[in-house]
């Protein structure tokens, strides 16, 4: 099984910017998809970006020009940079697995492990 955990949430201003990290385990973590999903209070979780197995990757519209997603395959790592940070990202933000690692897939049903989330909080 696989375990995810989140870190670099925190509160910032908006302008601001923050660089969220996602640590797996595991020995094939190259050879999976991983994306990035948040979720406001009282709101569904929404896509923010994913990356596949040979870095490709795709972002929301809301997020694009402003967030990067990479990986560091020899840490198990994979990372959100987040710039210009507006109020409407405040949300808790969800790293995610997808076994099959060519996708860079926007549905929350096609990835099979889900961290615990981090904080992130933009104020105006």
């Known amino acids: 099984q696989v375990q995810l955990v989140e870190s670099g949430g925190g509160l910032v201003q908006a302008g601001g910017s923050l660089r969220l990290s996602c640590a797996a385990s595991?020995?094939?973590?190259?050879?999976?998809?991983m994306g990035w999903f948040r979720q406001a209070p009282e709101k569904e979780r929404e896509f923010v970006a994913a990356?596949?197995?040979?870095?490709?990757?795709r972002y929301a519209d809301s997020v694009r020009g402003r967030f990067t997603i990479s990986r560091d395959n020899a840490k198990n790592t994979v990372y959100l940079q987040m710039n210009s940070l507006k109020p409407e990202d405040t949300a808790v933000y969800y790293c995610?697995?997808?076994?099959?690692?060519?996708?860079?897939?926007?549905?929350?049903?096609?990835?099979?492990?889900w961290g615990q989330g981090t904080q992130v909080t933009v104020s105006s």
């Open positions: 595991g020995r094939t973590f190259s050879s999976y998809a």
């Open positions: 990356i596949n197995s040979i870095s490709n990757t």
């Open positions: 995610a697995e997808d076994v099959s690692g060519y996708r860079t897939s926007m549905m929350g049903a096609m990835y099979n492990y």
